[in-house]
């Protein structure tokens, strides 16, 4: 099974700077790459999908990019709301996998 | 949408069931998956039901000690676990797969969560 890992565990940047999240998968999910945000006591939600389309209602300061195995999700101008934990998720094989999260902290 | 039910406290080797109800899209198009989170964890996919055909996958860690079915005349999908442990206190979801027809996927949208306690 594909491995999903996203490290650093946890980033710490200032509001308004800019957060870059990597994820990495053990071997390549073409662009077959999901981003999630969870904020405490909330469900996931979905933010990116295709490895850099944004879903539905999702602020242009979110993007993302990569393909294969390197994949980044990108954080402008960071804002009060954006501080929550993300998660990276591939469905480009059966039963595809989570990695185990970034927390974005006020630095 | 999926709106679930509510928090639950079992005993351990109890059994919960969990249910999540469907709104605004054709229940029977789109597979539903069940994850779970435990306390300061990461999420866990338990397995996935097909609410047209009904049919199942599950984790294989989670093979015989959970039960996932659905009722298409309430749009709802229900997930059982038996044998309750402690390690199984967690916030369980329910989330439609993206793809119309297709188990594979991502998760969007999702419930709004059930909290599930196991404590003596």
């Known amino acids: 099974e594909i491995v999903m890992t996203q490290s650093p565990a946890t980033l710490s940047v200032s509001l308004g700077e800019t957060a870059t999240l990597p994820c990495r998968a053990s071997q390549s999910v073409s662009n077959n790459l999901a981003w999630y945000k969870q904020k405490p006591g909330q469900s996931p939600r979905l933010l990116i999908y295709?490895?850099?389309t944004r879903a539905t209602g999702i602020p242009a300061r979110f993007s993302g990019s990569g393909s294969g195995t390197e994949f980044t999700l990108t954080i402008s101008s960071l804002q009060s709301e954006d501080f929550a934990v993300y998660y990276c998720?591939?469905?480009?094989?059966?039963?595809?996998?989570f990695g185990q999260g970034t927390k974005v902290e006020i630095k | 949408q999926l709106v679930q039910s509510g928090p639950e406290v079992k005993k351990p080797g109890a059994s919960v069931k969990v249910s999540c109800k469907a709104s605004?899209?054709?229940?029977?198009?789109?597979?539903i998956h069940w994850l779970r989170q435990a306390p300061g964890q990461g999420l866990e996919r338990l397995g996935v039901i097909s609410p047209s055909g009904g049919t199942t996958s599950y984790e294989q860690k989670f093979q015989g000690r959970v039960t996932m079915t659905r009722d298409t005349s309430t749009n709802t999908v229900y997930m059982e676990v038996r044998s309750l442990r402690y390690d199984d206190t967690a916030i369980y979801y329910c989330?439609?797969?993206?793809?119309?027809?297709?188990?594979?996927?991502?998760?969007?949208?999702w419930g709004q969560g059930t909290l599930v306690t196991v404590s003596s």
């Open positions: 989330a439609r797969a993206s793809q119309f027809g297709d188990p594979l996927g991502w998760y969007d949208p």
């Open positions: 998720q591939h469905y480009n094989t059966w039963p595809g996998a």
């Open positions: 295709g490895a850099s």
């Open positions: 605004g899209y054709s229940f029977t198009s789109y597979y």
